[in-house]
């Protein structure tokens, strides 16, 4: 299959619905997270060169370019995600007729296990900066585009979250429990830090203020 980010929308919609194992849920996850960066990287696109927010143009362009920057890791990591799964159901397929051969195959499926959880928690962490641009945006961008904002900020949450469920997921069938401990730690520190930053946006416009 071609990179994914590189099929059309409608070509992307129809192999997620298929009954190709990938790509899945955290794939879907990392788009949400490139849709939510885009949005916000547009509200400032929106902002500079007005005259009404000439004081805030230097900060604007640098929001944009930091989303621009998030949303193109994110969308880098749809392809990522599917080949971490990947990597995990290649070690299923290993032989293991001789003791050697399972001990291997073993291994080999850990390893998949721990970068199929690695993957996605790696998205959470670049999807949560997008509460930053986001809430810049909504609080001193252009106000005609103000749902834009908010809207990163709720495909910000649902990247995040989503993108844990596949961590939390994987974390199940891992055994070393070093590994494990580290992992929900982080995973229960981000999913906190994602309804709080959405929260924080949402609080700044009478749009979505009763929302929180």
Known sequence: MADLKNLSVEEFVAVTGSDA???????VAALAGGLGAALAEMVANLT?????YADVEEEMKGLAAEGAALRKELIDSIQKDTESFTAYMNALGMPKNTDEEKAARK???QNGLKEAAEVPLAVAETALKIFHVAGAVVERGNANAVTDGLVASMM???AVLSALLNVKINLGSIKDEEFVARMAAKVAELEKAAMDGEKAV??????TRDLV
């Open 202 to 207: 949402m609080e700044l416009s009478a749009l």
């Open 107 to 109: 291994e080999a499926m």
């Open 21 to 27: 194992p990938a790509p899945g849920g955290g794939s």
């Open 48 to 52: 500079i060169g007005k005259a009404k």
């Open 156 to 158: 910000a949450r649902t």
